[in-house]
């Protein structure tokens, strides 16, 4: 009887298999390997032997790595930054750069102060310093009151008026007439529309203000409204009227009543002629009306506006 052939059995590979062990063995594959294992083994004990660069001296922020921009102004006190760094909020000295809080205590720090209108941005600069970019508040005027003279920016914000002691700043505009009480600390808002308008006029007055020899803004109230007259020097009385920014119907601007004054003086002068003072009323579209203030009953005279 012949003898059966022999059988063999044969092991073959699943091609599923085939193909996954061939994607392993891929050199790039094998490369991404080895770089996920030192990120997450190797670089992280690396690190740990690393120095803390915040405890060294150069990327630790002190007062002379801190750049204001722009520089404080001229009113603005010289010891701006010395009240600014010894306030409680500023980071202590040898505070890292790299600190979380740093940017947001270096910008409350200056927004504390009275000459600060807003802090615009903070920018942490390495190694160790901070650039701060400012808006300012301007003295535009003293609002005369009862006790002091209070300074005042164009929105009526008290201001510190102890910075502002000298010849220069005693010819900014007095605005006189105002009753309320001013409020009992710097940078707060004095809520009353005859300083807001007395203040406002003042600022557009500024480069008139020598010229037309002007002395004071005085707040009236006509019923609800706030009316603002000009003193001069020499006693004369400008009617202005309502204060900048009106939108009342028949109101002069603010260009149209300067130039009403110019050409005042331009015929006359000066606002306060020889014979004594006048009482000028620039508010009329065609003309200008002014008497002499010595005599109630004197007649009224005009001047026709040149247009």
């Known amino acids: 009887m012949a003898e059966s052939p022999e059988r063999h059995e044969v092991e073959t590979e699943s091609p599923g298999g085939g193909r996954i062990a061939a994607v392993l063995w891929r050199p790039g594959f094998l490369v991404l390997v080895v770089l996920v294992v030192v990120a997450t083994v190797v670089v992280p004990g690396i690190i740990t032997r690393l120095p803390e660069l915040g405890d060294r001296e150069e990327y630790q922020l002190s007062r002379e790595a801190v750049e204001v921009v722009p520089s404080p102004p001229e009113w603005v006190s010289e010891y701006f930054m010395n009240r600014v760094t010894s306030s409680a909020t500023w980071p202590v000295e040898g505070t890292s750069v790299f600190e979380p809080d740093l940017?947001?205590?270096?910008?409350?720090?200056?927004?504390?102060?009275?000459?600060?209108?807003?802090?615009?941005?903070?920018?942490?600069?390495?190694?160790?310093?901070?650039?701060?970019?400012?808006?300012?508040?301007?003295?535009?005027?003293?609002?005369?009151?009862?006790?002091?003279?209070?300074?005042?920016?164009?929105?009526?914000?008290?201001?510190?008026?102890?910075?502002?002691?000298?010849?220069?700043?005693?010819?900014?505009?007095l605005v006189q007439g105002v009753t309320s009480e001013p409020p009992a600390t710097d940078a707060v808002a004095w809520e009353d529309r005859g300083v807001v308008a007395g203040a406002r006029l003042a600022a557009a007055l500024e480069a008139h203000w020598e010229p037309?020899?002007?002395?004071?803004?005085?707040?009236?109230?006509?019923?609800?409204?706030?009316?603002?007259?000009?003193?001069?020097?020499?006693?004369?009385?400008?009617?202005?009227?309502?204060?900048?920014?009106?939108?009342?119907?028949?109101?002069?601007?603010?260009?149209?009543?300067?130039?009403?004054?110019?050409?005042?003086?331009?015929?006359?002068?000066?606002?306060?002629?020889?014979?004594?003072?006048?009482?000028?009323?620039?508010?009329?579209?065609?003309?200008?009306?002014?008497?002499?203030?010595?005599?109630?009953?004197?007649?009224?005279?005009?001047?026709?506006?040149?247009?």
């Open 212 to 307: 037309f020899d002007l002395e004071s803004i005085v707040v009236k109230r006509d019923q609800d409204h706030v009316m603002l007259e000009l003193v001069t020097r020499g006693g004369s009385r400008v009617v202005w009227g309502r204060p900048p920014g009106t939108r009342h119907p028949g109101e002069l601007t603010v260009s149209q009543k300067i130039g009403r004054i110019m050409q005042f003086i331009s015929r006359f002068d000066s606002l306060d002629p020889p014979q004594g003072p006048l009482e000028i009323n620039i508010r009329h579209w065609r003309e200008i009306i002014y008497r002499p203030l010595k005599s109630e009953s004197a007649r009224s005279m005009t001047l026709r506006v040149v247009r």
């Open 103 to 173: 940017v947001s205590r270096v910008a409350e720090s200056f927004a504390q102060q009275p000459w600060v209108a807003r802090v615009v941005r903070v920018e942490r600069r390495i190694p160790a310093g901070v650039v701060v970019r400012l808006e300012y508040r301007q003295p535009v005027a003293w609002i005369e009151t009862t006790g002091e003279s209070v300074a005042v920016d164009l929105t009526g914000v008290r201001l510190p008026g102890e910075d502002l002691r000298g010849e220069e700043w005693g010819k900014l505009p």
